[in-house]
């Protein structure tokens, strides 16, 4: 068996595409990424959503609703710098303009692609020092 080093890898998916909205159905696409994340974790990965790092910046810079003028400014730019400093990506989800322009980056970059969780090797085994 090949011995794998963790990977960060970005869950990428949709988080407003097709909720109109909706907070109910916001927290519904989180929840489906925050599952694939713990599903990267397990096998021995770092997973990282674009959404933890923007929606608290969103936040501290004054965004008083979502797509507003200050979300617009955070949102797919915080996640695009975080792609930068990821190995791999994990597309989970329907469709999403915001989701396929990251894809499109991180092929652009060499990143490696993941479309399920199963493709994702498990780390054999962990160092720490």
Same mark, same amino acid.
């Not at 974790?41 to 003028?69: C, F, N, Q, T, V």
């Given at each position: 068996?090949?011995?794998?080093?963790?990977?960060?890898? !970005?869950?990428?998916?949709p988080y407003r595409?097709?909720?109109?909205?909706?907070? +109910?159905?916001?927290?519904?696409?989180?929840? %489906? &990424?925050?599952?694939?994340?713990?599903?990267?974790? %397990?096998?021995?990965?770092?997973?990282?959503?674009?959404?933890?790092?923007?929606?608290?910046?969103?936040?501290?810079?004054?965004?008083?609703?979502?797509?507003?003028? +200050? @979300?617009?400014?955070? @949102?797919?730019?915080?996640? &695009? %710098?975080?792609?930068?400093?990821c190995d791999a990506? !994990?597309?989970?989800?329907?469709?999403? @303009?915001?989701?396929?322009?990251?894809? %499109?980056?991180?092929?652009?970059?060499g990143k490696i692609? @993941?479309?399920?969780?199963?493709?994702?090797?498990?780390?054999?085994?962990?160092?720490?020092?």
């Amino acid at each position: 068996m090949e011995a794998y080093q963790p990977l960060m890898i !970005l869950i990428a998916g949709p988080y407003r595409s097709g909720t109109g909205d909706d907070p +109910v159905s916001i927290a519904a696409n989180m929840h %489906r &990424m925050e599952e694939a994340a713990m599903e990267v974790y %397990r096998k021995g990965h770092i997973p990282i959503l674009g959404e933890w790092l923007s929606l608290p910046l969103i936040s501290m810079a004054g965004s008083r609703s979502i797509g507003d003028e +200050v @979300f617009t400014e955070y @949102f797919h730019p915080a996640s &695009m %710098r975080l792609l930068e400093k990821c190995d791999a990506v !994990l597309r989970i989800g329907g469709a999403s @303009f915001g989701t396929s322009e990251m894809i %499109r980056a991180a092929q652009e970059s060499g990143k490696i692609l @993941f479309l399920q969780t199963d493709d994702i090797p498990e780390v054999s085994s962990l160092v720490y020092c």
